[in-house]
């Protein structure tokens, strides 16, 4: 035991020498965060062209605008978009190693009744009320019953229930039995 305490010295002096060096080259550097990029991407979904080291300024009008740019309010309920991907990340992106984005398509939901309104969550996210035969985020609604909103999405029909259905019939058209 005796003759690992000088091998264990020696260890010990050798990480300290490692660790004053990494500190000293931190030092020398100075801060590693000042080379990100801190600027939003532009309003296009383009990732920045320059890099600056002053940020973007956003004027009073833009900031308090109460309409967005596409139409919709600004509090409206929905997916916020994805930032661009700046150049230098989409290698890795590209490369898969954190493993595929899931995709994940959202159906039309049901969400409540409100009288003669159905409310809705669109598959863009947005919720809302939505009389019969008005149409909202490519939903459009064909009939209301007590629980249950008869809609057309992508071309087809389709019942939306509260409650699994309970309490009232099914508002699709029903087929005639063919047998004689």
């Known amino acids: 035991m005796s003759r690992l305490i000088p091998a264990l010295r020696l260890l010990c002096l050798g990480l300290l020498a490692v660790i004053a060096a990494q500190t000293a080259g931190l030092v020398r550097e100075g801060d590693p965060l000042l080379v990100v990029e801190t600027e939003p991407p532009a309003a296009s979904g383009e990732p920045p062209t320059t890099a600056s080291s002053e940020p973007a300024a956003t004027s009073v009008k833009e900031a308090s605008s109460p309409v967005a740019k596409d139409g919709a309010a600004p509090n409206a309920p929905g997916p916020a978009p994805q930032p661009a991907l700046p150049d230098r990340f989409k290698a890795i992106d590209a490369s898969g190693i954190f493993g595929s984005v899931p995709v994940q398509k959202i159906v039309p939901t049901l969400i409540?009744?409100?009288?003669?309104?159905?409310?809705?969550?669109?598959?863009?996210g947005a919720v809302g009320l939505v009389a019969e035969g008005g149409e909202q985020g490519g939903v459009k609604v064909l009939k209301i019953d007590i629980n249950r909103a008869l809609i057309e999405f992508e071309g087809k029909q389709q019942e939306l229930t509260l409650f699994s259905g309970l309490g009232s019939s099914s508002l699709l058209p029903q087929e005639k039995d063919k047998n004689p």
């Open 112 to 124: 409540g009744m409100a009288g003669k309104y159905a409310i809705l969550q669109t598959p863009d």
